[in-house]
């Protein structure tokens, strides 16, 4: 079968790209070894942020001492509702532009030849958007109790007790769902503190509104061991303790899924972490074949991959580049008190010798912060010396994955801070704070108090 | 007594310019009749989201079938305390700025005096931040059971059955709060439509979300009669409708809180509606008095009011001014499937000859709408006939209230709708939707499929 594209992988990296090319006439191809949608749509985002919206409302109702009784048999079926609609969609999307969906594994046989199922598939170019695999405790494999991010949206009943390994951004996010829900969560991290590639103070802040929500942490800790016993896990931990659940989420990192993809017939390197080297054009080092998404490495995001799936078709058309600012794709974690941040870390500006002034903003004040309970919400913003330029924002609060939105006109264009102090940005929402922060950085808070800015130098 | 600045009114309207005056130094004295924070943070937008928060909560826990169990002890107890926070908050910043505050009606009796409970105090500027009262139905007063929204956020128990009166704001948040916590509500509407000031797209679209979610709607239907029987209501409708209800909430309309403050003693004029009149520097007609705030009409908002506030004190000490566009203050109904507006409606357009092109992308395909449920999310923009401005902008979503000040950058510059195309805007978010309009607006949607923009014509 020949086609003029061919696209390994339907999630959020390739579906963009093969409708792209295919509504300006060319014969393209999908190659989907498992569901339609890929991570995100499956297994990650979409699962999890509709175990999230009830998780939000048991923690609603928590402030009225509410009594609540759920079948956790109706959960699952919701969650399955939302992911198979959203999946049809993409599955739709695909149909409706003709687009070819070939249900097997893709391995390269040659830069244009792509070995499936189905029988070999001839290209004039491919793009891979392979996605990553979730990546196992070194020596224990994943089976029916250690679970990855694949399974644990899925489980068939609420566990008493459960242990998350890894304290990133999916166990921050699996740990609030469940602790929320009434299930005794144990999260372990192996570095200084979770959220190791956030700042310290902001790490913190979550650590402290987990452990209010009942998750115990336990940080410079690893799983020594776990074994099976009487239906339960007995998992012992480096600091010698000795765990017993019901389940265990595995959520250390992710794996470049570019196994047995055929890259070394077509002479595709990766680098050291097994993530595929691309050019600005998001070219491998075969021109011929495109790699976006996960499997480049960068952040691990939907959005990212989307726009890269974008870049690439363009690319590939000959219309002009899109030139995607790394730094500048917004980062959420979903979990109760939000984390959401733009741009630089101030470990990151430091290890870079970039001096900085900063601005930490406790924003508990606003009614709609106070309502959604947040004592411990703060917005801190990192600025070039000049006070021109966000180079980073960090918001901790309720609402803060809708919220970082309004920030990126701002790194997008340059914008006069003193127009958004007098622009009546809508009560009663966490957006305000927009508003409440363009009036700190110009120097006329009404609701704080402003504190001198200290100009952080790192050179 | 003597001040440099009085302030009579401690809403929104009020305190901002009294903080930012006594901030310079100046003696400052606020006049508060009722409870520090005026209506918004005791009888509106504080109040309602506490109770919103909680009916968003039941509405995400149907998804599932839930049962849950509430004391309205309980409930009203949360609400009680948010605004208590909410009221300290703004005593604490008055305290903290020196700023008088005298408990008493203030009535002006000489241009730069006004009678109070502690005696007549002198002033060489004054500001009005009165607020609006509630109207009441033709003939009809308030008491124990016909409630405005004083009394509706505070009731003791939840009402089995009841009824409001006028399909506005306030009208249908309420309906949606209590229909979400399981009371029977009927919505009366003299209208032709509720929210009759909306689009008649927009308004049908909440008229069908509040129906599926049990509110009964009664549209060019007016109240005749209330009488009391048996400790309930019996009310009778223009269409000859008998019903029987707990409570009745009169949600009519406002009316400016000008009776009894002495505006004619400093020849201070109203327009036909009783609202202040007041220049682009927010004086009155007599010059050395200033009003702000929903006393001088236009959108009734604590944000327009906030603006409003800064403004005077901007202008009372001789800064730079600020020129509120008015169009561009964001609106939202908050009601589970909420309405955010900027800019004109399709009506006001028509109203005054000005041609548009009309976008209507529908957005129920995004994982976050479609989590949240509202199979009936879509967004109206309305453009300038070259595509540049954005004239207009309706979102009927789930979050719109937050996804609303994302769009704010664009009217307030011109900013480049490619550009936004080709930024992530996060995953998994509703304010993905800012993405999706620009790529819709340059003709490269992935997601949808672009229909021609008809020019409409009023010209």
């Known amino acids: 079968m020949r086609y003029d594209y061919v696209v390994i992988g339907s999630g959020v990296a390739g579906y963009p790209a093969a409708v792209l090319l295919a509504r300006e006439g060319h014969k393209v191809a999908v190659i989907e070894e498992n569901l339609i949608g890929g991570e995100c749509t499956n297994y990650g985002c979409v699962p999890s942020k509709s175990l999230y919206l009830l998780a939000e409302a048991y923690r609603s109702l928590k402030k009225v001492n509410a009594e609540i009784h759920t079948d956790w048999k109706e959960i699952s079926k919701f969650v399955k509702e939302v992911v198979d609609e959203s999946r049809k969609g993409i599955e739709y999307l695909l149909n409706k532009h003709d687009i070819e969906i070939i249900n097997s594994k893709g391995r390269l046989i040659s830069?244009?030849?792509?070995?499936?199922?189905?029988?070999?598939?001839?290209?004039?170019?491919?793009?891979?958007?392979?996605?990553?695999?979730?990546?196992?405790?070194?020596?224990?494999?994943?089976?029916?109790?250690?679970?990855?991010?694949?399974?644990?949206?899925?489980?068939?009943?609420?566990?008493?007790?459960?242990?998350?390994?890894?304290?990133?951004?999916?166990?921050?996010?699996?740990?609030?769902?469940?602790?929320?829900?009434?299930?005794?969560?144990?999260?372990?991290?192996?570095?200084?503190?979770?959220?190791?590639?956030?700042?310290?103070?902001?790490?913190?802040?979550?650590?402290?509104?987990?452990?209010?929500?009942?998750?115990?942490?336990?940080?410079?800790?690893?799983?020594?061991?776990?074994?099976?016993?009487?239906?339960?896990?007995?998992?012992?931990?480096?600091?010698?303790?000795?765990?017993?659940?019901?389940?265990?989420?595995?959520?250390?990192?992710?794996?470049?899924?570019?196994?047995?993809?055929?890259?070394?017939?077509?002479?595709?390197?990766?680098?050291?972490?097994?993530?595929?080297k691309v050019d600005k054009l998001y070219r491998t080092t075969n021109t011929d074949i495109y790699a976006v998404g996960d499997v480049v490495g960068g952040p691990l995001l939907a959005h990212k991959a989307m726009l890269e799936s974008i870049a690439a078709y363009r690319n590939i058309v000959g219309k002009e580049p899109i030139t995607l600012n790394y730094k500048l794709v917004p980062q959420t974690i979903f979990s109760g008190l939000e984390i959401s941040w733009i741009g630089y870390t101030e470990k990151e500006l430091k290890s870079k010798g970039i001096n900085y002034k900063k601005i930490k903003l406790p924003i508990s004040y606003l009614s709609s912060v106070r309502i959604k309970d947040s004592r411990y919400s703060y917005v801190k913003i990192l600025l070039s010396e000049e006070k021109q330029q966000i180079l980073g924002i960090h918001i901790i609060s309720p609402n803060a994955s809708e919220v970082i939105s309004s920030f990126l006109p701002f790194v997008i264009e340059k914008i006069d801070f003193k127009k958004i102090a007098e622009t009546p940005y809508p009560h009663l929402t966490v957006s305000e704070m927009v508003r409440e922060i363009a009036e700190y950085i110009i120097g006329e808070p009404i609701h704080t108090v402003v504190k001198r800015m200290k100009t952080i130098r790192n050179q």
């Open 111 to 276: 830069p244009k030849r792509v070995k499936t199922n189905e029988g070999i598939i001839e290209a004039k170019k491919i793009i891979l958007a392979l996605g990553t695999d979730p990546k196992p405790l070194p020596g224990i494999c994943f089976n029916k109790d250690i679970l990855s991010n694949r399974e644990i949206f899925y489980i068939d009943e609420k566990p008493e007790r459960l242990l998350i390994v890894g304290g990133g951004v999916i166990g921050v996010e699996v740990s609030n769902i469940f602790a929320q829900l009434g299930t005794e969560v144990v999260l372990v991290e192996a570095m200084e503190h979770i959220l190791p590639f956030l700042d310290k103070d902001v790490a913190l802040t979550m650590r402290r509104f987990l452990k209010e929500n009942g998750v115990q942490i336990r940080e410079r800790v690893i799983v020594k061991d776990i074994k099976k016993k009487d239906e339960k896990l007995v998992v012992k931990l480096s600091n010698n303790e000795i765990l017993t659940v019901d389940k265990v989420l595995v959520s250390i990192g992710r794996i470049p899924k570019t196994n047995e993809i055929g890259l070394e017939n077509a002479s595709i390197e990766v680098d050291q972490y097994g993530f595929i």
